[in-house]
């Protein structure tokens, strides 16, 4: 994954038009350093700035030890250190420690950027930010402790730092911005406090020394790529605040071997969990309504799969070349698989459908596959499948011993009353063996409404009040039942 362009062009915009030569230079500790008037009115202020017209006219000004005083005196005025400035100190490859005065309140943009010898920094408790790139390509800097002071930690900030060990995010930052810690390869550990609520794009990709994170419950949503290509992470656990996992979240996270997915889970995004080569087996729950494309693409360790009852089409590649996957169950809430779906799925021993009607399949969805295994279809679709187009390309087609169950259970009693209704309505349901799942749809198709039925449960009470008037339709589902009534609301 690339960092975002809109990001690289802000950045871009600030190195060439957001800094200019120092105004004055003072020595301070026996070191000369370079100074930006930043407010000539009372308060006087200054950031730290670097010698020439640009960062990299005079390479590595600043070496060693760097001293920062809290202020400054010229021509006969004290000035207040206040910042660093945009460059301040990049590239200045023989940095290797600096003492930051409590003056500071603000590190700017790329202020520390490909500093490699800085291996030891102070953050004080005056700094309230820290800007996009600050300290990117710190190769050198092995910890960072980030004060409570801090409210927020730019794009990109650490990424880079291929030293860094271990790093505590404080209480003080709600939010964890793209890329903060993209390629940190030595990262072992990280503490996310409960005060974030959002975890940025690529967060933390390419932190392939993590091998394990908690994500608090205060997390409500997980950036695209945040943990891609972290290797060494073998388990995680999604907290139920999140609703859905964005594209590419655990990307070639090859060590991944066990994922708990959360019941408030609705969305799978593409490329989620693709080439997650450790990964033996994942629940989806019925929540789930749509799995992107190439979510478990190249999980060669994955071995069975059961799609949940709440999905209604298997995306493009889905499970291409899941080289492992032994066996899949395809729901009958199943109307269409696409592209690639199953594509060198080679390790198929069996499939069983409970589609009773065969879903719409694409020629290369089973490319691969080898057309001869057992595939179990409801005993009363048995012709369909063996004639209809691509399906027919299967030739050990069996009657599925569990579909003649489910034929004879399907036969359940449903009530809807009263209807027409002005908004309330009762369902009642007679011969209901095991828990199903009830979802209300609007006139055009959408979810509006969720619940559940346990196993003996004869009623449930749904309002519709405030609802548009028309035409609703009631689904009673679970792997057995798949029943629908028409409800009118006037």
Known sequence: MKKSLLILFVIILAINFGTQAADFSAVYNGKTIYYNITSSTSPLGVAVTYQGNSYDSYPNEYSGLIIIPDSVQYNGNYYKVTSFGINAFASCILLTSIIIPNSVTSIDFNSFKNCSGLNSITIPNSITSISSGAFEDCSGLTSV?????????????????????????????????????????????????????????????????????TIPNSVTSIGNYAFAGCSGLTSVTIPNSVTSISNGVFYDCSGLTSVTIPNSITSIGNEAFSYCSGLTSVTIPNSVTSIGNYAFAGCSGLTSVTIPNSVTSISNGVFYDCSGLTSVTI????????????????????????????????????????????????????????????????????????????????????????????????????????????????????????????????????DLSGYAKGVYSIRIMNDRINQTKKLIVQ
């Not at 790093?167 to 406090?193: A, E, K, Q, R």
Request: contains cysteine; glycine residues 8%; aromatic residues 10%.
């Open 145 to 213: 402790t980030i004060p409570n002071s801090v409210t927020s930690i730019g794009n990109y900030a650490f990424a880079g730092c291929s030293g860094l060990t271990s790093v505590t995010i404080p209480n003080s930052v709600t939010s964890i911005s793209n890329g903060v810690f993209y390629d940190c390869s030595g990262l072992t550990s990280v503490t996310i406090p409960n005060s974030i609520t959002s975890i940025g794009n690529e967060a933390f990709s390419y932190c392939s020394g993590l091998t394990s994170v």
């Open 331 to 462: 729901p009958n809430s199943i109307t269409s698989i696409g592209s690639y779906a199953f594509y060198y799925c080679s390790g198929l021993t069996s499939i069983t459908s409970k589609a009773i009607n065969p879903p719409a399949v694409q020629g290369n969805s089973f490319l691969g596959v080898t057309k001869t295994i057992p595939f179990y279809v409801p005993c009363n679709s048995l012709t369909i499948y063996q004639v209809a187009e691509f399906w027919r390309d299967f030739v050990n087609y069996k009657c599925d011993p569990i579909s003649l169950e489910d034929d004879i259970k399907i036969n359940i009693s449903t009530k809807l009353y009263p209807n027409p209704t002005y908004g309330n309505t009762k369902l009642e349901v007679e011969g209901l063996n095991s828990e199903a799942d009830i979802l209300v749809y609007d006139m055009v198709g959408r979810v509006v409404q969720r619940h559940s039925l346990n196993k003996g449960t004869t009623e449930l009470d749904i």
